[in-house]
């Protein structure tokens, strides 16, 4: 397999080689891998490096993917969730064994998943409610592999260049990937019917969803509120669990524990589940929000929610969505990068810690990409090419 900055420059026609990680928002327990707990409100860089070629978030902590396949974390650790065989917390990226043959990482509320270049599916940390997938709830502290198969590789270097890892996600504590064959898989907790087979029940090991094969891109809940949505081939857009704030888009507040199309349209493109609600990119570049909006989070200009997609302003240069806590994080076909919602920790990035109910650029810069929504965490991290 070709080195992973070099498939992800290739897809993008970017001739830099280099890529910096940033980060900002709340502090606490090392988060921001800053080798402090200091809340940021603006943009710092995480080091010198240059060569990280993926990264990912849990709750309150980060983990990224580097050129040469090492994994590294940093962050709060205590039910194992950085992987390095303890629960002491680290407030600067460290190295996850000394394998090189990692591809993609990202993390829920208090655990982690990763895929291999093979196309083996790795988790570790918190277990409470079979979020590892081993078929048990005991936690661990180091990675260990999630059943024997080697098809779980279906993100792409361009998945990676657009965004988040659309078909591999970790949630809150429920995990929704989309396998090679295009058929989509859930476990974890499946309170209000999250798990979208139809029941509300828990499950420690991976359960496809239906027998479709037509899943393209999926976004498990963000935080404790839990709804997912994902998109199909044809560009229809599916929601499914709880509904309290009109998440799912349907028009009502009624839970659905199996997946439920949202209107009729064929141009979705891009979504995310940010707590108690869910946003979403269109073909045409129109961004669309719904859900809960105490704080500004669907970018509307009011903090009144919505059962219903409705528009966020007129614009058509979004390329793609991300958000968690009531954090909206975005970036534009331009490069730019655009934050609103809750403020609290300075988590928007614009240097204030006063809450923004419409979207927001952070700082001018025109390079920003393969934006992480940490789950459940009002903290960000992101890569800027340079």
Same mark, same amino acid.
């Given at each position: 397999m070709p080195n992973l900055r070099q498939a992800m420059m290739g897809a993008a026609g970017v001739s830099s080689s280099e890529a910096q990680l940033w980060v900002w928002g709340p502090g606490y327990d090392g988060r921001l891998g800053l080798g402090d707990t200091a809340n940021r409100s603006s943009p710092v860089q995480l080091g010198a490096l240059t060569d990280w070629a993926q990264v990912g978030g849990f709750n309150r902590g980060g983990l990224a993917v580097k050129?040469?396949?090492?994994?590294?974390?940093?962050?709060?650790?205590? +039910?194992?969730q950085l992987g390095d065989g303890t629960t002491t917390d680290r407030s600067s990226p460290a190295q996850v064994g000394s394998l090189t043959d990692w591809f993609i990482a990202d993390g829920g509320e208090?655990?982690?998943? /990763? #895929?291999?270049?093979?196309?083996?599916?790795? *988790?570790?940390?918190? !277990?409470?409610?079979?979020?590892?997938?081993?078929?048990?709830?005991? !936690?661990?502290? *180091?990675?260990?592999?999630?059943?024997?198969?080697?098809?779980?590789? /279906?993100?792409? *270097?361009?998945?990676l260049l657009a965004g988040t890892p659309v078909k591999f996600s970790p949630g809150f504590d429920t995990n929704a990937i989309i396998k090679n064959d295009g058929t989509l898989w859930t476990w974890g907790e499946g309170g209000g019917g999250v798990l979208g087979n139809g029941s509300q029940t828990d499950i420690s090991s991976p359960v496809q969803v239906g027998s479709l094969t037509d899943w393209l891109s999926v976004s498990p809940p963000s935080d404790g509120d839990a709804n997912c949505a994902a998109l199909k081939t044809d560009g229809t857009l599916w929601t499914w669990g709880a509904n309290g704030n009109g998440s799912l888009g349907l028009g009502d507040t009624t839970n659905r524990s199996s997946p439920? %199309?949202?209107? /009729?349209?064929? =141009?979705?493109? +891009? #979504? /995310?589940?940010p707590t108690n609600g869910t946003q979403a990119v269109k073909t045409?570049?129109?961004?669309?929000?719904?859900?809960?909006? +105490?704080?500004? %989070?669907?970018?509307?200009? =009011?903090?009144? *929610?919505?059962?219903?997609?409705? %528009?966020?302003?007129?614009?058509?240069n979004w390329k793609t969505i991300h958000g968690s806590s009531r954090v909206m994080r975005t970036v534009k076909t331009d490069g730019t990068l655009w934050c609103w919602g809750s403020n609290t920790y300075g988590s928007i990035g614009d240097g204030t810690t006063v !809450?923004?109910?419409?979207?927001? %650029?952070?700082?001018?810069?025109?390079?920003?990409?393969?934006? #992480?929504?940490?789950?459940?965490?009002?903290?960000s991290l992101t890569i800027r090419y340079i």
């Open positions: 050129t040469d396949g090492t994994l590294w974390t940093w962050g709060d650790n205590d +039910y194992g208090e655990h982690c998943m /990763a #895929i291999k270049t093979d196309g083996t599916l790795w *988790s570790w940390g918190r !277990n409470t409610v079979g979020q590892l997938g081993l078929g048990d709830t005991t !936690n661990r502290s *180091s990675p260990v592999q999630v059943g024997s198969l080697t098809d779980w590789l /279906a993100t792409t *270097s361009d998945d439920v %199309q949202v209107g /009729a349209l064929t =141009t979705w493109k +891009y #979504i /995310a589940t045409d570049g129109t961004l669309w929000s719904w859900g809960g909006n +105490y704080q500004g %989070q669907l970018g509307d200009g =009011t903090t009144t *929610s919505r059962s219903s997609p409705v %528009q966020v302003g007129s614009l058509t !809450n923004k109910s419409s979207p927001v %650029q952070v700082g001018s810069d025109t390079t920003w990409g393969n934006l #992480i929504r940490p789950t459940g965490g009002s903290f």
